[in-house]
């Protein structure tokens, strides 16, 4: 069971389509801390019915944009 289990059940729970959520939300939705381990786990997504389209670590804006697969 991976730790981000429950982000990747509140995305397919509650997203539709493409979107984007900031890091605090992603943090606060998945119930730990985002780590560098994120970006393996990231890959546990497409299970959920979505892939990660970009990471961006630009302007302490950080942000997480996904699309249905």
Known sequence: MSKYN???QYIKDNKAGDFEL???ELGQQAGVALDHSFL???KELP???FEVQ???F???NNKLNT???
């Open 67 to 69: 699309y249905a697969v």
């Open 47 to 49: 299970a959920y019915g």
């Open 22 to 24: 900031s890091f605090d």
């Open 40 to 42: 393996r786990y990231k």
């Open 54 to 56: 970009k990471i961006s």
């Open 6 to 8: 429950k982000l990747w």
């Open 58 to 60: 630009v302007n302490c």
